[in-house]
């Protein structure tokens, strides 16, 4: 069925996602979204349109996205804390300035963080107040992947 409406919608084939021991980590980004974005809205929002941003510069492809889940709120609905959207990049600079500007025009709330690796280095750059701040060492490592 998800195949028919990629179709129609004129995307390609799924991405396979890579084993984990396949995974680039100098050729992979991890977007970082604080608040409670659940997961279509995250897709419509976010996803897509990077997906799309991505393709269009020949630059990479979302491989993944998921959500890490909060408290829920009192009246037992679910609450996410932040999302995160995997990408997988041909070239990491190129792609890292694109994911920042696509980021802004698609309204992404400040806290919101690109997780990368440069040289060995675990690195993110963060969106505070309207402005990127590029490079901050970071602990952090993927939820699944471990870098």
């Known amino acids: 069925m998800f195949g028919a409406i990629r ?5 390609g084939p799924p991405v396979r996602s890579k084993r984990r021991s396949e995974r680039d980590p100098h050729l992979f980004i991890y977007v970082k979204i604080p608040g409670d974005i659940q997961p279509i809205a995250r897709g419509e929002r976010f996803e897509d ?7 269009a510069a020949a630059l990479g492809e979302v491989s993944g996205g998921g959500s890490q889940m909060d408290d829920p709120y009192p009246d037992g609905s679910p609450r996410v804390e932040f999302c995160g959207i995997d990408v997988e990049v041909v070239d990491r600079d190129q792609a890292r300035r694109l994911l920042r500007q696509k980021l802004i025009e698609l ?8 997780h990368y690796t440069q040289e060995g280095s675990m690195l993110l750059d963060r969106f505070i107040n309207g402005l990127w701040i590029e490079a901050v060492p970071r602990t ?3 939820p699944g992947l471990g870098f």
């Not at 349109?49 to 393709?55: D, H, Q, S, Y």
Request: hydrophobic share 45%; proline share 9%.
């Open 49 to 55: 349109p990077l997906e799309a941003a991505l393709r």
């Open 107 to 114: 309204g992404a709330p400040s806290g919101t963080e690109l």
């Open 140 to 142: 952090a490592t993927h």
């Open 7 to 11: 179709r129609l919608l004129g995307f």
